[in-house]
């Protein structure tokens, strides 16, 4: 259980841990009452930036030595006891600190909140027991925190094991079954847990024919990961084929109105509830790029999701059905056709015909995880539906793990972004369901969550590019505090990845990555027009025209005149209609419309003056050339590192920066080349333009 695995880790730091009965007091010897309790400080991020360095004995080495004089006192309740002073929005994951007669004492009202007042002490380290150490009321925003992982059992030929996954095979599947040795999957759920981290999908949304026998078949072996998920507070999903009941069960049709289809599932969910009674229930992509759905039948897709809820529902699971539904078939000649109208015009009219035990996930923008995207308008057109937002941990289209590329900076954007409600709703908030932030009563709204596609592998380290183990840690920790500086938790993983390291590593770090995604961006697409990636490498490196002729919709309609896709109401595809005000206005608006998206929302001459002073032409010329200055000076600056950190990870990051830098180049002088032949227009400042 969760407490047996807090007691042993409690205990290894040399503390003990206390259960209560319901209505028990806490003990006396921890001086402890409720009314301390909720005393709240907020501003954790002061308390963190206090400086001494953190030690965090890696799972498997010997924990360090007690402190001294300290013993660490976790106590878990019922939840009586916080409650008891009124405080709204009492979750399970909640937990307080405080420091109590010479004790440092985690209160939580559940197991899951003892486990992460847990690791909030481990990751303050000394901190957590200095005597001026101010009591701490903390617990996340969203109610499900969750990773997807899009491993297969089999390996793709080209795809290899983890459709788009830059870390190696699946750390759950080898040898076309689920692995004997779990030892990673066991120190995985660990790090989950001490992210925040509440839920995994462990196989990709894309079913095949291997795949979708997990939810029958296999059981036995899901049970088992999810065994070593449990402790560590995780709940364990299956993505799960739309088509089962015909891939699996041999019924004529998948049909949601069929009363066979109805049985099929209900048993099926039976079955796995038998198996894993904490199962937390089913991810479906569904009529997407070719995976089967409810249109074959001339049902919607609130039928469809229906149909799951409710054969899980008897047994307290949840569907996190995907919102990722366009025509791939697309015919370029056709300029009224936008794909990055197709969720909100699939979804926004089934508001309120969801049930309550579905949860739908929409990826952050219209499109498809691109460096930069304006945030899904789904997101605030469905108020009467259990919301949850996809970010991409994965680096699809971030630089494969190969490019250092620090997302916390997008993800803080896209969790703060004040979509709705005369812009004053953020994102957290819409999925969330709490109308403002935490610690306010809970609103109208049902709460969804946050999801994001995991970067784990079986590589060595973890990633593939040891840097990128920062974009994991972000996610956990934006997850749970959407409002969390993504700097402060960028030096927050460097002193805990790189304890007691020289100076100069962690400002190394810091400066390689802190900009890192700005620095992505100023050298592929520009100014939100996004793709510009190449297919036959799997989206990686550039190929300005690699999808401007194809079925994908994903356009940036150069001419020798101008740039970019016109989703205006006035003259364009109606897609910044989709927007609440004032977004509508804003984007509809050259005027207004941020530069960093103008290409998104609109398309204009070369000529065109950004806000920023500049013309088009001459940002799309320097932003590219000065991205690839800064990327060459990180080589040398890493290279100062040798001796400093593990020479295995020098080595790892040494040449997966020679790789960003030839492979930024190649997209500098593509992108520029390509819109001097297509423009004519010189740059301004005389580099070279091949
Ligand atoms: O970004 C696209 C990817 C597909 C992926 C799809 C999705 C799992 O290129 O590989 O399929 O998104 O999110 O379903």
């Known amino acids: 259980t969760v407490v047996d695995e807090v007691r042993r880790a409690t205990a290894a730091h040399g503390g003990s841990v206390t259960v209560l009965a319901p209505g028990e007091a806490l003990p006396d010897a921890a001086s402890v009452r409720s009314h301390d309790l909720v005393l709240v400080v907020a501003s954790r991020a002061a308390e963190r930036d206090s400086g001494a360095a953190r030690q965090v004995p890696p799972p498997g080495r010997a924990p360090q030595p007690p402190h001294p004089n300290d013993a660490l006192v976790a106590v878990a309740t019922d939840g009586a006891l916080v409650a008891a002073d009124g405080a709204p929005g009492l979750s399970p994951d909640m937990f307080v600190r405080v420091r109590a007669g010479g004790t440092t004492v985690v209160v939580a009202g559940a197991a899951t909140g003892l486990l992460y007042g847990l690791h909030d002490v481990v990751r303050l380290g000394e901190d957590a027991f200095g005597d001026d150490a101010p009591p701490v009321r903390d617990l996340p925003v969203a109610p499900v925190r969750m990773l997807d992982h899009w491993d297969n059992i089999d390996v793709h030929p080209v795809m290899g094991q983890v459709e788009r996954g830059y870390a190696g095979g699946s750390i759950f599947y080898a040898d076309g079954r689920v692995r004997e040795d779990l030892s990673r999957v066991a120190d995985y759920a660990r790090l989950l847990g001490s992210i925040g981290i509440n839920a995994v999908a462990i196989n990709n949304v894309n079913v095949h024919r291997t795949e979708a026998r997990l939810l029958t078949d296999g059981l036995a072996d899901v049970a088992r990961v999810a065994d070593l998920f449990r402790p560590h507070g995780v709940r364990t999903y299956l993505s799960v084929s739309f088509a089962s009941p015909v891939v699996l069960g041999g019924l004529p049709t998948s049909d949601p109105a069929d009363p066979d289809v109805q049985a099929w599932w209900a048993a099926a ?116 539906t259990r919301l949850a937002v996809e970010l991409q941990v994965t680096q699809e289209y971030t630089g494969h793990q190969k490019h250092v590329c620090y997302l916390g900076p997008l993800w803080s954007q896209v969790l703060t972004f004040p979509l709705a409600e005369d812009a004053t709703r953020d994102v957290a908030a819409l999925v969330s369901g709490l109308p403002g932030r935490r610690d306010t009563p809970s609103g109208e709204l049902p709460a969804g969550g946050v999801t994001a596609v995991s970067n784990v592998g079986d590589d060595e380290f973890w990633t593939g590019h040891p ?215 010189p740059d301004a400042s005389g580099r070279p333009i091949y």
């Not at 739908?360 to 945030?375: A, M, N, S």
């Open 269 to 384: 969910a039976d079955r796995v509830y038998a198996t894993i009674p904490d199962f937390g229930g089913f991810v479906v992509k569904a009529d997407s790029e070719g995976q089967p759905g409810p249109f074959a039948y001339g049902r919607d897709h609130a039928d469809g999701a229906n149909l799951l809820a409710r054969a899980l529902r008897p047994h307290g699971g949840t569907v996190f059905w995907r919102a990722f539904v366009y025509n791939h078939e697309q015919d370029w000649r056709d300029r009224r056709t936008d794909r990055a109208r197709a969720a909100y015009d699939h979804f926004a009219p089934l508001d309120g015909r969801f049930d309550d035990n579905v949860v739908l996930q929409v990826k952050y923008g219209p499109i498809d995880f691109q460096t930069r995207e304006p945030i899904s308008p789904v997101l605030a057109a469905m108020p009467r």
């Open 467 to 681: 840097l990128a183990q920062a974009n994991l840690y972000a996610y956990g920790r934006l997850a749970w505090d959407p409002e969390a500086d993504p700097v402060a938790l960028l030096d927050e993983w460097i002193g805990l990845t790189f304890p007691g390291a020289d100076p100069r590593v962690r400002d190394t770090l810091h400066t390689l990555m802190d900009g890192s995604w700005l620095t992505y961006e100023a050298y592929t697409a520009p100014l939100g027009v996004g793709f510009m990636v190449d297919p036959g490498r799997m989206h990686y490196g550039p190929n300005v025209d690699g999808y401007e002729y194809s079925k994908w919709g994903t356009y940036h309609f150069a001419d020798r005149d101008g740039i970019g896709v016109d989703r205006t109401v006035a003259t364009g595809t109606g897609y910044a209609g989709q927007y609440p005000s004032p977004w509508r206005e804003t984007y509809e608006d050259l005027a207004t419309c941020p530069d960093e998206l103008l290409l998104f929302f609109h398309h204009v001459p070369y000529s065109h003056v950004l806000h920023s002073g500049t013309t088009v032409i001459q940002h799309v010329y320097d932003s590219r050339a000065d991205a690839v200055d800064v990327v060459e000076s990180w080589v040398p600056a890493w290279d100062a590192l040798r001796g400093l950190v593990d020479d295995r990870l020098h080595a790892r990051v040494a040449e997966r920066l020679t790789e960003q830098v030839r492979s930024a180049t190649e997209w500098r002088d593509q992108v520029r080349s390509y819109f001097f032949r297509k423009s004519g227009v």
